[in-house]
């Protein structure tokens, strides 16, 4: 058996990352861990201290480019199942999310449809 999924969410509104982090822990065995992170500054901190398996990361951060974020996160998690979400896609967003080593996007008012069966985490 694989050890339990460690997931960082990586999303900067409160309300949002919070929905998330409540229906994660709902749907996920307990012994899954869910980190939150705000920004993308931050989620790098928590990305090398706490080494998720999982990160679910919002396309628009406020404070950094999410390519380069996306990028940084892949080189430090290898092996990390790295998504990206966003309220828009287009080809030229996947390119950029592709290209800087994101494993896939899934717009998010599609999330608790596509998140879980694409990561394959143990369910309750």
């Not at 869910?34 to 201290?49: D, F, K, R, W, Y």
């Not at 919002?58 to 080189?75: G, K, T, Y």
Request: proline share 6%; hydrophobic share 45%.
């Amino acid at each position: 058996m694989n050890a339990a999924p460690v997931i960082l969410l990586v999303e900067p509104s409160p309300i949002f990352r919070s929905r998330l982090q409540t229906w994660l822990e709902n749907v996920l065995t307990e012994e899954a861990r869910i980190l939150t992170a705000a920004s993308g500054l931050e989620s790098l901190n928590v990305a090398a201290q706490e080494q998720p398996s999982h990160v679910l990361i919002e396309m628009d951060l406020p404070d950094a480019n999410s390519a380069e974020v996306i990028w940084q996160m892949r080189q430090r998690l290898p092996t990390a199942k790295i998504i990206v979400t966003g309220w828009y896609d287009s080809r030229l967003v996947l390119e950029i999310i592709e290209s800087a080593g994101a494993d896939g996007f899934i717009l998010t008012n599609k999330l608790h449809r596509d998140l879980l069966p694409y990561w394959e985490v143990p369910l309750k």
